[in-house]
């Protein structure tokens, strides 16, 4: 039996093909192929990079399906169909949406792999695939070193992915996390993460969890166990982490040079009314929590999200100004969107909010980074073009050299200003490339059994 993983891409510019340069390998597949029997052979398509060989023989399609990506792996889904190759899609908007993605699919997996994925395969092999797999969430991984193999001349940025845990013990108002998780969190067992490590290659690790410190506990434990391996490392972590000075050591000590910090608002009333009460304490609060990173050497790749009912255009500049003052190795001024499923999503569909007819993910007019609701104070163009123009000027050379002399982190070393170079550069490219893509490839896609 043969298994095609594919990674679908977002969408396509207006005049070329769009290959994603910050493109990372996507992990999800690397345990996939490890949760697989030998007796399979599987192979890795990633969209973002090589044009998908639909032709070739194989016996089933596994499609990893996020909101951006649902137009496009729809598509995929239906060349593959036309050709009678059954198609299994799971990923996180499979679990937002199980329906809407069973018209596309011949199967549909939610939940955690570690499951129920040998027993899907089994059920392919003997061509008895049920409409739908629901797995549930547990310890990840038990047992199950990623495997790597299928990664191989992809041509994915040399940062080795790996997790720890899994989901968010937050409850934000616009996560999907936090919805398909249900607001809980697990990990691995530290010494299998830890003999992973030992194995790789490279000594630059990516955790990939939702909150790496989402259990304080644990990630002592692992920092712990991470400090003798001398490696260099990145995750997520939310500022709370900050109040732990212990934590805050450990952390620094088992090599972690920075970590994604989802920040969201500089104002108070809009981290209220986003349920997001670790972050409470507004500006003023952050620069006390900014000071504990800087004094531990950890640079901040800086989320913000834009378009709350408190937001202006002001709102949007005064965010800026406070990326800019604070150095920030990388920021991120994401457009408030409203994923199906979340709180926020049902409060802005129950006050006739939403644009694109409530589905953007799917409308052929929608534009990647742009609003897709209606905004209290701003109309949806202004809250597009503030955050566009937000990207612009952070990501300017101008500003990239001045942020360079940050010397407790952008210059901590040498090894950390290449890095911050180096990416710096890179994500300067993708911010104008993405900005305005449609999604999908092709034209619209129909569900399975309706033309297709």
Known sequence: MKIAFIKPNIGRMEHSLYVDEARMAPLQFGVLAALTPPSCEVVLHDDRCEKIPYDEHVDLAAITVETYTARRAYEIAAEYGKRGVPVVMGGMHAALLPDEVALHADSVYTGDAEFLWPQLLEDAKQGRLKPFYRGGTDRPQPGLPTRRDI???????PITMTQFGRGCRFDCEFCATSVYFNKLHSHRDIKEVVAEIEALNNDIVFFVDDNITADPDAAKRLFRALIPLKIRWISQASLDATRDRELMSLMARSGCIGN?????????????????AQNLGGEAGYRTQLEVLKDHGLSTWAAFTLGHDLDTRDTVKRTLEFALE???????????????????????RGEGRLLYDGKWWLHPEYRFNHAAF??????????????FE???TFNSVSSIVRRAFSLKTNMGSLFRFLVYARYNKLFRKEVFKKQGMLFGLEGASSPRGGGT
């Open 151 to 157: 990664f191989k001349g992809k041509g994915y940025l």
């Open 260 to 276: 994604v910090v989802g920040f969201e608002s500089i104002d108070p009333g809009s981290v209220r009314s986003m349920n997001k």
């Open 326 to 348: 604070n150095k920030f190795a990388f920021a991120a001024f994401n457009i408030l969107m409203p994923y199906p499923g979340t709180p926020v999503y049902e409060r802005l």
């Open 374 to 387: 209606r905004p209290r104070l701003m109309t949806p163009g202004e809250l597009t073009d503030a955050c």
């Open 390 to 392: 937000a990207r612009k």
